[in-house]
Nanobody, 126 residues
């Protein structure tokens, strides 16, 4: 099994920045791809960004492109999400997810991921 623990959430003013971390433990060799998703109150879970373990390819939702950056430190089994120029509409619970397989067509779908963290709250005030 793989365990994921997110950290770094909090309250920030619009225009501010936060960095989320996702630390993996357990059978981390199973992880091929790590993604970030978010869920705002009353809404469904939404894809934010993804990074492949091999090669480091990254992809982003249009809503965060140019503002968020996903990165990884394989030695620490940790993936980061640097969030800049935050907007009130970025307010959500952010989840880290890891998958055993990467799909170039379906990486934005939450059912492609095998392991999930507990989530961390990000609140952006206007």
């Amino acid at each position: 099994q793989v365990q994921l623990v997110e950290s770094g959430g909090g309250l920030v003013q619009a225009g501010g920045s936060l960095r989320l971390s996702c630390a993996a433990s357990g059978r981390t060799f199973r992880i091929s791809v790590t993604g970030w998703f978010r869920q705002a109150p009353g809404k469904g879970r939404e894809f934010v960004a993804v990074i492949r373990r091999s090669g480091g390819n990254t992809y982003y939702a249009d809503s965060v492109k140019g503002r968020f950056t996903i990165s990884r430190d394989n030695a620490k089994n940790t993936v980061y999400l640097q969030m800049n120029s935050l907007k009130p509409e970025d307010t959500a619970v952010y989840y880290c997810a890891a998958g055993q397989y990467y799909s170039s067509s379906y990486y934005s779908l939450d059912n492609e991921y095998d392991y999930w963290g507990q989530g961390t709250q990000v609140t952006v005030s206007s």
